[in-house]
């Protein structure tokens, strides 16, 4: 993995969190205003879910290869975007367990701030949600619009990445995570654009067979799940 732009961009965004992180009042600040715009929780309990990564592999990314699959763009695998979701899992989880320290807004239980079931009090950096949405979609750009000259173009990648920073930044408005959280997550995004370019695991990313079936695997592992248990926690 050699280092390009999406490295320093990713080291940037890195650099930018933990700054954040070590200025609190930045992060309480941030909370405040984003926990401001819970204008329906019934709509935020929903959309911000929508980073989860059991609804990413039942819903966004069968969707995203399926408009991929059947319109002009370059056709982009299931198994693609299901590999880069577990890439991204095992990221997000040993960083959670480095920073372990971290502690989530709902820890402090401030009095001003809209808290939304469930609550969870540790582990907050970085967000899961906000790193499986950003970069399942960032991969799935670079890859549906390579070489790609279609109308519209720019205004559909730009839908796509508000769509998917939107999200993340609902797990502030929700009060799961602080800004620092969701940066984080954004220099994982980044990380993963390069990542992907790594010789060695282009065949499972593209063409291994396992990888096909083991991704079909998981996407009806993931509606089981949500289907037998009424929930995805």
Same mark, same amino acid.
Not at 124 to 139: E, L, M, N, Y
Not at 166 to 186: C, K, N, P, T, Y
């Given at each position: ?56 592999? %039942? &819903? @966004? $990314? ?9 319109? =002009? *763009?370059?056709?982009?695998? !299931? ?74 173009? %720019? &205004? @559909? $990648? ?9 999200? =993340? *930044?609902?797990?502030?408005? !929700? ?59």
């Amino acid at each position: 993995m050699t280092i390009n732009n999406y490295s320093l961009v990713s080291l940037c965004f890195f650099a930018l969190a933990l700054l954040v992180k070590s200025v609190p009042a930045v992060d309480i600040e941030a909370l405040r205003i984003f926990n401001s715009l819970l204008f329906n929780e019934v709509f935020f309990s929903y959309y911000t879910e929508l980073g989860n990564g059991l609804v990413c592999l %039942a &819903l @966004i $990314i069968p969707a995203l290869s399926y408009i991929s699959h059947k319109t =002009s *763009l370059n056709d982009v695998k !299931v198994q693609t975007l299901v590999m880069v979701g577990l890439i991204i899992g095992v990221i997000v989880k040993a960083l959670k367990e480095l920073a372990s320290f971290s502690i989530r807004p709902g820890y402090y239980q401030f009095d001003d701030i809209n808290y939304l079931e469930p609550i969870f009090s540790f582990n907050s950096f970085p967000s899961g949600h906000a790193a499986t949405i950003i970069g399942i979609c960032f991969v799935w750009v670079s890859q549906a619009f390579k070489e790609v000259k279609i109308k519209h173009s %720019a &205004l @559909i $990648i730009s839908f796509v990445l508000f769509f998917a920073l939107s999200v =993340s *930044l609902s797990r502030i408005v !929700v009060a799961a995570h602080w800004l620092s959280d969701i940066l984080g997550s954004i220099a994982i995004a980044f990380l993963i654009m390069n990542i992907i370019e790594i010789k060695n695991l282009k065949t499972v990313l593209y063409t291994s067979n396992a990888s096909k079936y083991l991704s079909f695997f998981l996407i009806g592992v993931a509606w089981f799940y949500i289907i037998s248990q009424g929930t995805i926690y």
